[in-house]
């Protein structure tokens, strides 16, 4: 077997970054917090990259670090989908997890490189690879970020291909139903440095964010809105299907200074991009990806250039709520508790949500809202919370 590796790094900052503060800006508008939980799994594990609340009250599980799919009932245990392989009803080191229509689930497969509907009975159905190529555009990656209720996928794919050093990306609708791809906006994008290093067969190229560049954040409501949080005046704007815009009034905001947590907070969040391995055995070739570990390593505050302020928000940090409503995590002080400014379709924010201490808001259910928290030896737990009523 030759392997050859096409290790394509890119450093990027984890979903909980950026989670915690307090915004002396925030303005007029009310405030709700999260009560106890109403449940919580019963075991930590080893990283938690995807929640989906099934019909019902199930609650799926990606455990990317455990390798494994599990099923939750709540106060009534959880089970562990054992079809771990490379076969077409197999999965391998689980991803994200997202809603399809008639109770479906589209996994987020690194490990065979794909996206795998998993149905309402918890079998494995239709699959798309996660890797393609466009003419001019260069090698794309299909990482969902959002679906809606047509079953279509949507992503971000940087101007240039996922190696390039472009400002910018188009959020791309996919239809696995017609095969069509279509851009539905666009989405300005993070600073970065790039660094290469290794030889043609074994090429290593590293892409990581400048620290707190601003970067628009974004997702997907049920319906196909596109909620786009933008960073050159801090307001939300919606995309609909049909291209109409919508965009609400800035928000006022009072920048948050950087300081030395900041700083350590956003190393220790640096991380999580794909490594991508290609192997080959008898003419036949397999892809594979993996994310890379939290942390800069061994980097330091010295080996970065701050900026004296955060952005308003956090990268990656738009959330849709059952009721279409969008949930923008703030940038506030290291340490701080959670706080989301909650958006209507109108583009006006209505709300402010402030979460329990040290923890991170992942997924939404029907009514109710699923929070991670870490302990000391790093495991990850998983609760459930009634929704907070927000209005609009």
């Known amino acids: 077997m030759s392997r050859n590796s096409i290790a394509a790094l890119v450093w990027v900052l984890a979903a909980t970054a950026g989670c915690a503060g307090t915004d002396a800006g925030s303005g007029e508008v009310p405030r709700a917090s999260?009560?106890?939980?109403?449940?919580?799994?019963?075991d930590g594990l080893g990283s938690i990259r995807g929640v989906r609340e099934l019909p019902g009250g199930r609650v799926l599980i990606?455990?990317?670090?455990?390798?494994?799919?599990?099923?939750?009932?709540?106060?009534?245990?959880?089970?562990?989908?054992?079809?771990?392989?490379?076969?077409?009803?197999?999965?391998?080191?689980?991803?994200?997890?997202?809603?399809?229509?008639?109770?479906?689930?589209?996994?987020?497969?690194?490990?065979?490189?794909?996206?795998?509907?998993?149905?309402?009975?918890?079998?494995?159905?239709?699959?798309?690879?996660?890797?393609?190529?466009?003419?001019?555009?260069?090698?794309?990656?299909?990482?969902?970020?959002?679906?809606?209720?047509?079953?279509?996928?949507?992503?971000?794919?940087?101007?240039?291909?996922?190696?390039?050093?472009?400002?910018?990306?188009?959020?791309?609708?996919?239809?696995?139903?017609?095969?069509?791809?279509?851009?539905?906006g666009r989405i300005k994008l993070a600073e970065q440095e790039r660094e290469e290093s290794g030889d043609a067969n074994n090429q290593q190229v590293s892409i990581r964010p400048v620290p707190f560049s601003a970067e628009d954040a974004w997702s997907v409501a049920w319906d196909g809105r596109v909620a786009i949080?933008?960073?050159?005046?801090?307001?939300?704007?919606?995309?609909?299907?049909?291209?109409?815009?919508?965009?609400?009034?800035?928000?006022?905001?009072?920048?948050v200074g950087i300081r030395g947590a900041d700083q350590e907070e956003w190393l220790a969040l640096l991380g999580g991009g794909l490594r991508v391995e290609v192997t080959e055995d008898g003419g036949a070739r397999r892809m594979s990806m993996s994310r890379a570990p939290s942390?800069?390593?061994?980097?330091?505050?010295?080996?970065?250039?701050?900026?004296?302020?955060?952005?308003?928000?956090?990268?990656?940090?738009?959330?849709?709520?059952?009721?279409?409503?969008?949930?923008?995590?703030?940038?506030?002080?290291?340490?701080?508790?959670?706080?989301?400014?909650?958006?209507?379709?109108?583009?006006?924010?209505?709300?402010?949500?402030?979460?329990?201490?040290?923890r991170n808001l992942v997924a939404f259910g029907e009514d109710s809202a699923y929070l991670t928290r870490s302990d000391e030896f790093e495991f990850a737990w998983l609760e459930k919370y009634a929704a907070p009523a927000v209005g609009g």
Do not use: C
């Open 295 to 358: 942390g800069a390593g061994d980097a330091s505050p010295r080996d970065f250039e701050w900026p004296p302020v955060k952005p308003a928000f956090a990268p990656n940090g738009v959330l849709m709520d059952p009721g279409g409503r969008a949930w923008v995590r703030r940038h506030v002080a290291a340490g701080a508790p959670a706080l989301f400014d909650v958006f209507d379709a109108r583009g006006q924010r209505i709300a402010e949500v402030e979460l329990p201490e040290d």
């Open 229 to 255: 949080a933008r960073t050159d005046e801090y307001r939300l704007e919606w995309i609909a299907p049909d291209g109409m815009t919508t965009t609400g009034r800035a928000v006022p905001y009072e920048p």
């Open 34 to 42: 999260l009560g106890e939980p109403v449940a919580s799994f019963e």
């Open 62 to 184: 990606a455990d990317g670090f455990g390798e494994a799919l599990i099923v939750w009932r709540p106060g009534a245990g959880a089970d562990t989908l054992t079809n771990v392989g490379q076969g077409p009803e197999e999965y391998q080191l689980p991803d994200g997890l997202f809603p399809l229509p008639d109770g479906g689930t589209l996994l987020v497969d690194l490990g065979n490189a794909r996206l795998t509907r998993i149905e309402a009975d918890l079998g494995f159905g239709a699959t798309w690879p996660i890797a393609g190529g466009a003419s001019g555009r260069g090698m794309t990656m299909m990482i969902p970020r959002a679906t809606d209720r047509e079953g279509r996928i949507y992503y971000a794919e940087r101007v240039g291909g996922m190696m390039s050093e472009s400002d910018s990306a188009a959020i791309m609708r996919f239809d696995p139903a017609s095969g069509e791809t279509a851009e539905a």
